[in-house]
């Protein structure tokens, strides 16, 4: 673990909320120098504490107007069935997230699809024939609101 001090913490909390911030520009607003916050940002990078920075593509803009999560149970588990699984969901470009999870299922899907008949599509002809599924449940994203977690 790392020791960080306030300014540390300042940074994180501007780019958690825009990962596309200069370190020239978060000089200006923590009264660094351009290489002062460069080498803070690269501490923290090379700390592992900034695992990457990510592009947050606006899915409705490309067409993509429904989110769904399901919860997948497997019908037999074992080694063998979840590496199946897991292979298989993978690639599948409508999932954009496979978790997998302790509780009443097995793995969480974070799914994307043009409308609710080409979710359905994706369901029915790639997901339900999946290796090992058994029970599925369905929840769509109606609205999301990202939080920057207790950074910010």
Do not use: C
């Amino acid at each position: 673990m790392i020791d960080l001090d306030d300014v540390d913490r300042g940074l994180l909390r501007a780019l958690v909320l825009d990962a596309g911030l200069s370190a020239g520009e978060l000089g200006r607003r923590f009264g660094l120098s351009q290489p002062a916050a460069w080498r803070r940002i690269k501490r923290l990078e090379d700390a592992g504490v900034i695992a990457g920075r990510r592009l947050d593509v606006d899915r409705s803009a490309l067409g993509f107007g429904v989110t769904v999560f399901l919860g997948v149970k497997l019908a037999t588990k074992g080694r063998v069935s979840l590496e199946d699984f897991e292979r298989a969901v993978k690639a599948i470009p409508e999932v954009q997230v496979v978790q997998h999870v302790l509780g009443l299922f097995d793995y969480r899907l974070r799914v994307v699809a043009r409308d609710i008949a080409d979710f359905e599509r994706v369901l029915r002809r790639r997901i339900m024939t999946l290796p090992g599924v058994g029970q599925v449940e369905a929840n769509v994203l109606l609205t999301e609101e990202r939080r920057p977690g207790p950074l910010g």
